[in-house]
């Protein structure tokens, strides 16, 4: 999607503040002994109140209003009977529509008390993203984004799983431009457009680089097996940088 006026840019602010606000809100509520549909009820319910539809069960028919995945889960993590445990290395991914709008959040949590380690992964996994934001802006080349991740992550001993990319979104969940790469990728050729709305959502890993499908059909793993954690905004392209839309408020 390509904003081009104001209502545009206001019904996406509308549902980036949802789905911003029902991840929070299951963050919040996470506790230890609790199950991953438990936790997903909490967000559905949410998004009920507001008017909002979870757009991976509408869009994909996702057996889950939202995404949960627990430590060796690192995405598309199935709602389900899982008990959430202290020190859990937890993702919680909120995409949903309103009035023809989408937008698509996402971050990591340690649940209690989580070895140092984790701590810092979090926090920079966190940074990576805001590094990536940074070169959101109209005319920028899309390489920018993951070339920035990339230097990021390297020069702090991390990886990047490198088949989850970010991805255009507005209208959809998922649109044109697709695959956009948060590592450095040689041959992306894309610039960024005025009034682009795409996500800036890196994987970042102590060791990981590729996501694979589980048994499930639905659930990814990190291989070679390591920690992984992910954040992620719905963002505008400005000629003044990026817009973030799901923002809390």
């Known amino acids: 999607m390509t904003v081009t006026q104001q209502e545009e840019l206001d019904g ?6 949802i789905v911003a606000n029902t991840m929070q809100t299951m963050a919040k509520a996470m506790e230890p002994g609790m199950t991953t549909r438990e936790l997903d009820g909490i967000g559905r319910a949410f998004m009920e109140r507001e008017g909002a539809l979870p757009a991976p069960e509408a869009t994909y028919d996702f ?10 889960e690192i995405a598309h993590g199935i709602p389900g009977d899982r008990r959430i445990r202290a020190g859990d290395l937890v993702n919680i991914d909120v995409s949903a529509s309103k009035d023809g709008y989408f937008a698509d959040t996402g971050a990591s949590f340690r649940l209690a008390e989580a070895h140092p380690a984790l701590d810092r992964l979090c926090r920079d996994g966190r940074r990576a993203m805001e590094v990536g934001i940074a070169q959101v802006g109209s005319g920028k080349p ?11 992550a390297s020069e702090r001993g991390y990886t990047l799983i490198r088949n989850l990319a970010s991805h255009g979104v507005g209208r959809a969940l998922h649109e044109e ?6 590592w450095p990728a040689r041959g992306e050729r894309r ?6 709305v795409l996500t800036v959502e890196p994987f970042l890993s102590t060791g990981g680089v590729w996501a694979a499908e589980g048994e499930d059909g639905w659930t990814l793993y990190s291989e070679p097996s390591a920690p992984v954690v992910q954040y992620e905004h719905t963002v505008v392209a400005t000629d003044r940088g990026a817009i973030i ?3 809390p408020g």
């Open 63 to 72: 057996p889950g209003a939202t995404c949960i995945s627990v430590n060796e």
């Open 142 to 152: 899309l390489a920018g984004i993951g070339k920035a991740i990339g230097r990021f």
């Open 191 to 196: 610039r960024i457009g005025k009034g682009l």
């Open 177 to 182: 431009p697709t695959e956009i790469p948060t």
């Open 12 to 17: 996406l602010m509308k549902i980036g503040r």
């Open 245 to 247: 839309v799901t923002l």
